[in-house]
Structure formats: C-alpha cells, structure tokens
C-alpha cells in the first residue's frame, strides 16, 4: 500500500502562484510515475502533469510554461510549482502513483486538495 498526502492548495488571486506537496509513504519502491491530476466541478479528471522515477515530465498543454512538477527523492515527495494561475486552474488537485506491473498499471490517489483563483 501506498499512502499519498497533498498539502498546498488554497485561494488565490488570478496571477498568483501556488505550489502544492505530496508526499509519499508505505511501499514506495517501485512507483513508475508520480503526476498531478485535477478535477473541476462537472468536468473529468485530467492529468496536470507528470514526472517518471527517472525524471522525465510531461505537461497537459494548457499547462505549459506555468506550472512546473519536481520531486525529492529524499522526502518521498513531489511538488507541483502553479505559477501564472488562472481562474480555470480551479479544481480539486489529486497527487497520484503509478506502478507499471507485467500485466496491469496500479493506481494510488492521495485525498485531493482545493484550488481556487479568483479573478
């Protein structure tokens, strides 16, 4: 099992920056990727952004150029730097892990944490 625990989200102005935490605990050897996914109200749950055990990232294009996701490997957690907020970057923000299994993809979710940007 794999426990993941995002911090950072909040209420801030259109402009503003934000960064969000996750960290990870349980068994953690072996997570594949780590990303960012969010949800808007009404809307499906899209991917932010992600990043591979070897570094590699990759960005929603919407995204692009504004947000930036990390990870320290020596606290077990990965970051998501939100710079240039819009007010369509509201939604419930998820930490997600990933292990790529010989026959299936294993998924864990952290609880989720709110951001707002008010225009």
């Known amino acids: 099992q794999v426990q993941l625990v995002e911090s950072g989200g909040g209420l801030v102005q259109a402009g503003g920056s934000l960064r969000l935490s996750c960290a990870a605990s349980g068994n953690i050897f072996g997570i594949n990727v780590m990303g960012w996914y969010r949800q808007a109200p009404g809307k499906q749950r899209e991917l932010v952004a992600g990043?591979?055990?070897?570094?590699?990232?990759n960005y929603a294009d919407s995204v692009k150029g504004r947000f930036t996701i990390s990870r320290d490997n020596a606290k077990n957690t990965v970051y998501l730097q939100m710079n240039s907020l819009k007010p369509e970057d509201t939604a419930d923000y998820y930490c997600s892990a990933k292990f790529f299994l010989s026959l299936r993809t294993v998924d864990y979710w952290g609880q989720g944490t709110q951001v707002t940007v008010s225009s």
């Open positions: 990043i591979t055990s070897g570094g590699t990232t």
